[in-house]
């Protein structure tokens, strides 16, 4: 490694010694591996497969971040797939292995000054990220998604889609309406505002509190939780204030409101979460925003109401005001709750197809879903160069394979309401999220020049994005 025979003195000479331990042990043969390591491995098949190999003989799949490895008790497992088997791991000590084919990475935990290098030319990278945009604007830029080989994203354009990951099934939108119109219109006499806003979760890069605020000037919202509270919550809920799960009082408070703001913290197409689903799923009309492509995914074409369909926070008020005098008009929106009227073939379809199950022990979930596509993936790569380098003129090359910006790419955050360049320079938004979202580029740019200088050191990042930053000033970029 280039670090070794550097000066290591002082402080640095334990760094440097670990490295060069790191180092030795990475280049040894594979019948290196401890036996005892990998002996005590659990092992099971699943149906199908007829992956008769070892556990010494199988590819290795590292899980690099942390706090994620869908495995337990240990650090390793063997996983039987659809067609093939692995090992998993999270131990980092076989980072440099040959056998280890293939690093897994969950975008919420990934940054590039910690990212595993050298990169190998034998390793292929592959991404977990379901959470919001916001975790990580670094895959968000070509620059950062592009270092990956395969991909598990909110994405439909992902390798293995996570899409629909908050929506548990086609049972849970057809759930009758949990309270009636005829109930919601006597709550509203007694003085329940007709849009309920629930929110804490306050400084994000959607700025939906800005929005939000706008709208309040037009129309009556109750708003809980630390964002632009106007109500308190009942000291029976205090604690579920922030929950997303389904907590039974929770749910039955919530449902009286005839509509629910639904703004997601960062928007991206396909980003879309139980903020959306839960009000669908309880019989309240979501004014979301979000996906711009939400009504792909849509029951049918007249189930949301969606804040970007409409100039003003004005405008928008007027048609919920006008809705909430018209009972035959609201009702409209829960007509699907009828299965005929379920309309969206799209989405009836992926519910239908997906493998992964939400809350459903009867299939696996994504995580592990995502871990077997990339073991099979890998080891389909494995066969065809070997036949390849057996027989050249026979066999094609396995095709590279990385992704595109489409699997990730949430656009540069803009503000809630108005244009950026009308904010004041002290704003609080501004001076976070559009900042974060270009050093975001930066590092994917810094990134990716340490793996092309086959640096091993990812911490010398901060001077590649400065020698970025010159040669582009000098005009050679
Ligand atoms: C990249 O660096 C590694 C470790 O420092 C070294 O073994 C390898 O030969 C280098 N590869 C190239 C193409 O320079
Ligand atoms: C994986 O992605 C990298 C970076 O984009 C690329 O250089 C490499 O060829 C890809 N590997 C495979 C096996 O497709």
């Given at each position: 490694?280039?670090?070794?025979?550097?000066?290591?003195?002082?402080?640095?000479?334990?760094?440097?010694?670990?490295?060069?331990?790191?180092?030795?042990?990475?280049?040894?043969?594979?019948?290196?591996?401890?036996?005892?390591?990998?002996?005590?491995?659990?092992?099971?098949?699943?149906?199908?497969?007829?992956?008769?190999?070892?556990?010494?003989?199988?590819?290795?799949?590292?899980?690099?971040?942390?706090?994620?490895?869908?495995?337990?008790?240990?650090?390793?497992?063997?996983?039987?797939?659809?067609?093939?088997?692995?090992?998993?791991?999270?131990?980092?000590?076989?980072?440099?292995?040959?056998?280890?084919?293939?690093?897994?990475?969950?975008?919420?935990?990934?940054?590039?000054?910690?990212?595993?290098?050298?990169?190998?030319?034998?390793?292929?990278?592959?991404?977990?990220?379901e959470e919001s945009p916001m975790n990580n604007y670094v895959l968000s830029h070509g620059p950062g998604i592009r270092l990956f080989n395969y991909t598990a994203t909110f994405r439909r354009e992902s390798d293995?889609?996570?899409?629909?990951?908050?929506?548990?099934?086609?049972?849970?939108?057809?759930?009758?309406?949990?309270?009636?119109?005829?109930?919601?219109?006597?709550?509203?006499?007694?003085?329940?505002?007709?849009?309920?806003?629930?929110?804490?979760?306050?400084?994000?890069?959607s700025d939906r509190d800005r929005y939000v605020k706008e709208l309040m000037k037009y129309i009556t919202v109750d708003s809980y939780g630390k964002c632009l509270n106007n109500k308190p919550l009942p000291e029976?809920?205090?604690?579920?204030?922030?929950?997303?799960?389904?907590?039974?009082?929770?749910?039955?408070?919530?449902?009286?409101?005839?509509?629910?703001?639904?703004?997601?913290?960062?928007?991206?197409?396909?980003?879309?979460?139980?903020?959306?689903?839960?009000?669908?799923?309880?019989?309240?009309?979501?004014?979301?925003?979000?996906?711009?492509?939400?009504?792909?995914?849509?029951?049918?074409?007249?189930?949301?109401?969606?804040?970007?369909?409409?100039?003003?926070?004005?405008?928008?008020?007027?048609?919920?005001?006008?809705?909430?005098?018209?009972?035959?008009?609201?009702?409209?929106?829960?007509?699907?709750?009828?299965?005929?009227?379920?309309?969206?073939?799209?989405?009836?379809?992926?519910?239908?197809?997906?493998?992964?199950?939400?809350?459903?022990?009867?299939?696996?979930?994504?995580?592990?879903?995502?871990?077997?596509?990339?073991?099979?993936?890998?080891?389909?790569?494995?066969?065809?160069?070997?036949?390849?380098?057996?027989?050249?003129?026979?066999?094609?090359?396995?095709?590279?394979?990385?992704?595109?910006?489409?699997?990730?790419?949430?656009?540069?955050?803009?503000?809630?309401?108005?244009?950026?360049?009308?904010?004041?320079?002290?704003?609080?938004?501004?001076?976070?999220?559009?900042?974060?979202?270009?050093?975001?580029?930066?590092?994917?740019?810094?990134?990716?020049?340490?793996?092309?200088?086959?640096?091993?050191?990812?911490?010398?990042?901060?001077?590649?994005?400065?020698?970025?930053?010159?040669?582009?000033?000098?005009?050679?970029?």
């Amino acid at each position: 490694m280039a670090l070794l025979p550097c000066v290591c003195l002082g402080l640095f000479g334990v760094l440097c010694w670990v490295l060069d331990a790191a180092d030795r042990g990475a280049f040894q043969p594979q019948s290196a591996l401890s036996e005892m390591e990998f002996a005590s491995v659990v092992s099971y098949r699943g149906p199908g497969n007829t992956d008769r190999r070892s556990n010494k003989e199988l590819p290795i799949l590292l899980w690099w971040s942390g706090g994620l490895f869908p495995h337990f008790p240990g650090d390793t497992e063997r996983i039987d797939c659809a067609t093939s088997s692995c090992l998993a791991t999270s131990n980092r000590k076989v980072q440099l292995y040959k056998r280890t084919t293939s690093i897994i990475f969950y975008g919420t935990d990934f940054r590039a000054y910690e990212a595993p290098l050298p990169r190998l030319r034998h390793q292929t990278w592959a991404l977990f990220h379901e959470e919001s945009p916001m975790n990580n604007y670094v895959l968000s830029h070509g620059p950062g998604i592009r270092l990956f080989n395969y991909t598990a994203t909110f994405r439909r354009e992902s390798d293995y889609p996570l899409t629909l990951q908050w929506l548990p099934s086609l049972e849970y939108l057809l759930e009758p309406v949990a309270v009636s119109l005829e109930e919601k219109n006597r709550l509203r006499r007694e003085g329940l505002a007709p849009v309920l806003y629930m929110q804490s979760h306050c400084d994000v890069p959607s700025d939906r509190d800005r929005y939000v605020k706008e709208l309040m000037k037009y129309i009556t919202v109750d708003s809980y939780g630390k964002c632009l509270n106007n109500k308190p919550l009942p000291e029976y809920l205090e604690d579920t204030a922030t929950a997303t799960g389904e907590e039974p009082k929770f749910m039955s408070f919530v449902a009286r409101y005839k509509f629910h703001l639904a703004l997601e913290n960062g928007l991206c197409p396909d980003y879309m979460t139980e903020k959306l689903w839960r009000p669908l799923h309880q019989g309240c009309v979501p004014v979301y925003r979000g996906s711009p492509v939400v009504a792909d995914w849509m029951p049918n074409d007249h189930s949301a109401i969606i804040i970007d369909d409409f100039p003003s926070p004005k405008a928008l008020a007027d048609f919920l005001i006008g809705l909430d005098e018209n009972d035959h008009e609201y009702a409209k929106y829960l007509e699907f709750k009828n299965p005929s009227r379920i309309t969206n073939t799209r989405l009836l379809e992926a519910l239908e197809t997906r493998e992964w199950g939400v809350n459903d022990m009867s299939k696996p979930n994504y995580l592990n879903g995502f871990e077997c596509y990339v073991c099979d993936q890998e080891n389909a790569r494995l066969a065809a160069e070997r036949a390849y380098k057996k027989a050249p003129k026979t066999n094609r090359p396995p095709q590279p394979k990385m992704a595109s910006n489409s699997h990730m790419g949430c656009p540069l955050p803009s503000p809630g309401y108005g244009e950026a360049q009308d904010l004041p320079s002290d704003d609080g938004w501004l001076q976070i999220w559009p900042q974060d979202y270009w050093q975001s580029l930066d590092q994917a740019e810094g990134l990716e020049s340490l793996i092309r200088h086959n640096e091993s050191d990812p911490s010398l990042l901060w001077k590649h994005i400065q020698n970025i930053a010159v040669s582009r000033a000098r005009g050679k970029q």
